[in-house]
């Protein structure tokens, strides 16, 4: 069938808290067969796949693992909420979980980010950098959800001992995609950025193109080089 099946599968059961010979009794199959399907030893029929769709509440395509979503459905731009309305989804405060401060630098910062992004008008900049920035937000996510030892490894693909790896070689990889597109000599069949002087910045032209977010990109910039510890390593 897939390689997604046999591993979303066995989440399912298992964020259901229920056992193989259980599920396999819902399901109307054997323990010995259930487990063959979950090891991916042996591909299941049509009418398996919609049993299972239908007992643990979720469409094919997300068993398929052709949609992250349960509904099955595909999101939008439309669909997807403002980083403002994240506190609305829980009566706890985000500032809870990450310090509210640092939140709005990110937030912020990733404001101006983007929307240089858009003066530049190269997709594959774009995408090289959205890339990175969502692989660090799918690595630090992956630390978090680790440090419960009862969270399933099963909802993710990649293994626990190889991802930090392989999440820090794409980053990698994005990384010098985009710094050649930057510089001009793109490594693929990438265009050049056309107009490089709507890049041009400094301080001054920050603060007046972005005068509610620049002072958080200053902020980010400084707390970023004061971790990295440059100066102080200079001094020595």
């Given at each position: 069938m897939n390689s997604d099946f046999p591993r979303i599968l066995t989440l399912l059961r298992k964020e259901k808290g229920?056992?193989?010979?259980?599920?396999?009794?819902?399901?109307?199959?054997?323990?010995?067969?259930?487990?063959?399907?979950?090891?991916?030893?042996?591909?299941?029929?049509?009418?398996?796949?919609?049993?299972?769709?239908?007992?643990?509440?979720?469409?094919?395509?997300?068993?398929?693992?052709?949609?992250?979503?349960?509904?099955?459905?595909?999101?939008?731009?439309?669909?997807?909420?403002?980083?403002?309305?994240?506190?609305?989804?829980?009566?706890?405060?985000?500032?809870?979980?990450?310090?509210?401060?640092?939140?709005?630098?990110?937030?912020?910062?990733?404001?101006?980010?983007?929307?240089?992004?858009?003066?530049a008008a190269n997709k594959s900049l774009t995408n090289e950098i959205s890339s990175f920035l969502m692989l660090a937000v799918y690595r630090m996510f992956r630390i978090v959800y680790s440090a419960n030892a009862k969270n399933q490894d099963k909802m993710f693909n990649v293994p626990a001992h190889i991802y930090a790896m392989y999440t820090n070689a794409a980053m990698q990889v994005c990384e010098a995609n985009a710094s050649a597109i930057a510089a001009g000599q793109p490594v693929h069949d990438d265009k050049p950025i056309s107009d490089v002087d709507a890049l041009s910045l400094s301080t001054t032209i920050l603060d007046d193109a972005y005068p509610l977010f620049s002072p958080s990109l200053l902020n980010l910039i400084k707390n970023s080089e004061s971790r990295i510890g440059y100066n102080l390593q200079a001094k020595k």
């Open positions: 229920i056992s193989q010979k259980s599920a396999a009794g819902e399901l109307m199959v054997s323990q010995a067969l259930l487990s063959h399907y979950e090891k991916g030893i042996r591909e299941c029929g049509l009418d398996f796949l919609v049993r299972c769709a239908d007992f643990y509440g979720v469409s094919c395509d997300y068993l398929l693992g052709r949609s992250p979503d349960r509904n099955g459905s595909t999101i939008t731009v439309e669909d997807i909420p403002d980083p403002e309305d994240a506190g609305r989804e829980n009566n706890r405060s985000i500032a809870t979980v990450l310090p509210l401060l640092n939140k709005k630098l990110i937030f912020n910062s990733l404001n101006i980010l983007f929307d240089l992004m858009a003066k």
